[in-house]
């Protein structure tokens, strides 16, 4: 009678973990199926901007103009006031 007790109990635990698994593997599809379109979507993004900096890089580009300025006037640092009373070292 214990036998059969147990015997019972542990297909019915077998069952439940072989439902639990079931669920959570659909769910994990789901998931996986959603995330293979956002990779899709994505490659095709990258692909449009692929093909739009390949169209910007054919452009003549020519080079940038260089003006060269004026040297900037050095400034000088006028010492910091000392603290009275303090005798120099």
Known sequence: MIRALLCCGLSGVA???ALGTALIQ????????????????????EA???????QLLEQDWAPLPFTPRAPKTP???KPAPRPPGRADL
């Open 15 to 17: 069952f439940v973990l």
């Open 26 to 45: 659909n769910e994990n599809r789901n998931k996986g199926i959603e995330l293979d379109a956002l990779k899709e979507e994505c490659s095709m993004l």
């Open 48 to 54: 449009i901007n692929g093909d739009r900096l390949e």
């Open 75 to 77: 400034t000088t640092a």
